[in-house]
């Protein structure tokens, strides 16, 4: 969406509610043997009447996508991003064998409603970590670092008691949540643990799924060299994605999103850099033609 007021629009999500574009898609799983299926595939426990987050993996624990799943008896809705979706169908229709279940993209408009008013905006009561119909859409409770937020999939109620959030808003929110954009933030050689995203989206007491292996070695035995982090820039200059993050020399990683937070009065980003950069460490981040000091955080990053 464009950028009309992003002050007003950032407000907005923070304390009451707005309507955003977040560039999902849905890919729709239906049939009897649905949610057991992607019990074996997805590494969250799909439980009817639930919308939590989830990873696909592939076979050696690297991501493939992180989507959101609003399970019923036999269906489920995975919400991913809109560049993930066709490798979401085409992973999940590859392991398909043998089970009554089908896959298809599902072209329902995807939003996303932010802030402690949402569901006064929707006219509903989302349950935590759970989901309502309302009309044709399905409305899903994706809350998150504190954030109260909601996923429509389908035509929502009216919204225009909320307020239309642009890009600009909508990106410094995701990054002071610390929310990972696949293909921007992180990618097909990401591990997990890398993403800050497992406590939400892995489920260890369940049965096995597709990556397994990895997740379980990493959370038992060891750690990841890198990690996703906040970077707070201590000058009033906005760095570019993909500028270096560098201490004493040494690049540890690179900046992957940038934006303006007015909770924190500062720009912000987030990249994944190594476990040197520890929390409150400060950095430099660098590029051609100029740099900037920066302080690592800790994700969420709190105002």
Same mark, same amino acid.
């Given at each position: 969406?464009?950028?009309?007021?992003?002050?007003s629009e950032y407000l907005a999500m923070r304390d009451a509610?707005?309507?955003?574009?977040?560039?999902?898609?849905?890919?729709?799983?239906?049939?009897?043997?649905?949610?057991?299926?992607?019990?074996?595939?997805?590494?969250?426990?799909?439980?009817?009447?639930?919308?939590?987050?989830?990873?696909?993996?592939? #076979?050696?624990?690297?991501?493939?996508?992180?989507?959101?799943?609003?399970?019923?008896?036999?269906? !489920?809705?995975?919400?991913?991003?809109?560049?993930?979706?066709? $490798?979401?169908?085409?992973?999940?229709?590859?392991?398909?064998?043998?089970?009554?279940?089908?896959? +298809?993209?599902?072209?329902? #408009?995807?939003?996303?409603?932010?802030?402690?008013?949402?569901?006064?905006?929707?006219?509903?009561?989302?349950?935590?970590?759970?989901? $309502?119909?309302?009309?044709?859409?399905? &409305?899903?409770?994706? +809350?998150?670092?504190?954030? +109260?937020?909601?996923?429509?999939?389908?035509?929502?109620?009216?919204?225009?008691?909320?307020v239309v959030a642009g890009s600009s808003a909508a990106t410094? !929110?995701?990054?002071?949540?610390?929310?990972?954009?696949?293909?921007?933030?992180?990618?097909?050689? +990401?591990?997990?643990?890398?993403?800050?995203?497992?406590?939400?989206?892995?489920?260890?007491?369940?049965?096995?799924?597709?990556?397994?292996?990895?997740?379980?070695? &990493?959370?038992?035995?060891?750690?990841?060299?890198?990690?996703?982090?906040?970077?707070?820039?201590?000058?009033?200059?906005?760095?570019?994605?993909?500028?270096?993050? !560098?201490?004493?020399?040494?690049?540890?990683?690179? &900046?992957?999103?940038?934006?303006?937070?007015?909770?924190?009065?500062?720009?912000?980003?987030?990249?994944?850099?190594?476990?040197?950069?520890?929390?409150?460490?400060?950095?430099?981040?660098?590029?051609?033609?100029?740099?900037v000091p920066a302080i690592v955080m800790s994700l969420p990053?709190?105002?």
């Amino acid at each position: 969406m464009p950028d009309k007021d992003p002050t007003s629009e950032y407000l907005a999500m923070r304390d009451a509610a707005a309507v955003v574009d977040p560039a999902w898609a849905a890919v729709a799983v239906r049939g009897a043997d649905a949610v057991t299926f992607l019990q074996g595939l997805l590494s969250q426990d799909l439980r009817p009447g639930t919308c939590l987050r989830t990873f696909l993996l592939g #076979p050696r624990g690297k991501l493939r996508a992180i989507a959101w799943a609003i399970t019923d008896d036999t269906s !489920v809705i995975l919400v991913t991003e809109s560049g993930r979706r066709q $490798v979401l169908v085409d992973d999940l229709a590859r392991y398909r064998i043998r089970v009554d279940a089908e896959i +298809t993209a599902d072209d329902r #408009p995807v939003r996303m409603v932010v802030g402690p008013a949402s569901d006064d905006v929707l006219g509903v009561t989302v349950p935590p970590h759970g989901w $309502v119909a309302s009309g044709d859409a399905l &409305i899903g409770d994706i +809350t998150f670092a504190g954030r +109260t937020r909601r996923v429509v999939v389908g035509e929502a109620p009216d919204l225009t008691g909320g307020v239309v959030a642009g890009s600009s808003a909508a990106t410094a !929110v995701r990054i002071e949540l610390g929310e990972p954009v696949m293909d921007v933030d992180v990618d097909e050689g +990401t591990i997990p643990q890398e993403t800050g995203l497992v406590p939400s989206a892995v489920a260890f007491d369940k049965g096995c799924y597709l990556g397994q292996e990895l997740v379980a070695r &990493i959370d038992s035995r060891g750690r990841v060299n890198q990690r996703l982090v906040g970077l707070r820039v201590t000058t009033n200059v906005i760095p570019p994605p993909g500028a270096e993050v !560098v201490v004493d020399d040494a690049v540890l990683g690179t &900046i992957t999103s940038v934006g303006e937070s007015l909770d924190l009065r500062a720009p912000v980003g987030l990249g994944v850099v190594r476990r040197e950069a520890e929390d409150g460490r400060s950095v430099v981040l660098r590029w051609a033609g100029g740099e900037v000091p920066a302080i690592v955080m800790s994700l969420p990053m709190g105002g």
